[in-house]
């Protein structure tokens, strides 16, 4: 379960799937929550890191800095 500090409401999965990626090819699978009072959003991704050099749909991925 997922709580929005700020709200204190449970949060919503809104994406599954969602790939964040570091560089070229360090990436992390995950899933996106949303709080549906405030509208923020958060990624809870794997632990293990994957490595790919695919490119995945843009409203999969976030292209980390």
Known sequence: MQICAKCKKEM??????????WGANHCY????????????KTINTNNEPFWSS???????LIQMN
């Not at 919503?12 to 990626?21: D, H, Q």
């Open 12 to 21: 919503t999965c809104v994406k599954t799937g969602v790939v964040c990626k």
């Open 29 to 40: 699978a995950g899933d996106m929550f949303e709080c549906m009072e405030c509208g923020i």
């Open 54 to 60: 695919n490119t995945t749909s843009n409203d999969l």
